[in-house]
């Protein structure tokens, strides 16, 4: 499996705090990905990077900020949480090259109330 | 813009049937297409990854075909079992060649195999 951590794995919080999660992998993989998985939405990119300090805006970006400061670490923060950000969210990494295969963390689960 | 379908949403069928499952996508200038397997409350696994110039990929029991002037790629699972029940994701890139272009999935097929 690929070296995959997000954390936390499990966080309730209210609206209007700010939230911070976090990636961090141990493949040494250039590019990183955030996605939200809600039902009837499917799997949507809301940043991604290419490389250290390298990030771009996905599908649904708004309400979201990230950074990467370090290879192995990608953050996503929300400034002030609101209940339609309640979701599941996705860390995925890839080469970028070759294959491009993408692989899969195992999730964070947010509830804004 | 590219946009994929995966039909069923949903299917059941009995221990040891072969099945196909479904994804369509509109834009045929591919880099590849990955299908993925998730399980309630996991993240997705990799399954099979085809390049554009392929046109299948094995791995056990599965296979995947890929044939972009039609948009289409089949997952065949073969003589299924009930650990093969869970969601099935494909997805590919969203831009033809860039380098890390991030994908686009599918809603997925939920398959239940009953023994």
């Known amino acids: 499996d690929a070296g995959i951590t997000q954390s936390p794995r499990h966080k309730v919080t209210e609206t209007g705090t700010p939230v911070t999660l976090r990636c961090h992998q141990t493949e040494n993989h250039r590019y990183m990905y955030w996605y939200r998985q809600d039902p009837g939405h499917g799997l949507r990119l809301i940043h991604y990077?290419?490389?250290?300090?390298?990030?771009d805006k996905g599908e649904v970006s708004d309400g979201y900020s990230v950074s990467r400061s370090k290879t192995e670490d990608f953050l996503l923060t929300l400034e002030s949480a609101t209940s339609s950000q309640t979701s599941v969210y996705f860390c995925?990494?890839?080469?970028?090259?070759?294959?491009?295969?993408?692989?899969f963390g195992e999730g964070s689960r947010l509830t804004v109330l | 813009k590219q946009e994929v379908t995966q039909i069923p949403a949903a299917l059941s069928v009995p221990e040891g049937e072969n099945l196909v499952l479904n994804c369509s996508f509109t834009?045929?200038?591919?880099?590849?297409l990955q299908w993925f397997r998730q399980d309630p409350g996991k993240g997705l696994t990799s399954l099979l990854l085809i390049q554009s110039s392929q046109r299948e990929q094995t791995s056990g029991r599965l296979n995947a075909s890929l044939d972009k002037s039609s948009g289409r790629s089949t997952l065949y699972i073969a003589a299924s079992q009930p650990g093969d029940s869970a969601t099935y994701l494909c997805?590919?890139?969203?831009?033809?060649?860039?380098?890390?272009?991030?994908?686009?999935f599918g809603k997925g097929t939920t398959l239940s195999v009953s023994s």
């Open positions: 997805a590919l890139p969203s831009g033809p060649s860039q380098a890390g272009t991030a994908l686009i």
């Open positions: 995925a990494i890839s080469e970028g090259t070759g294959r491009r295969e993408l692989f």
């Open positions: 834009d045929s200038a591919i880099y590849n």
């Open positions: 990077s290419y490389g250290v300090k390298d990030t």
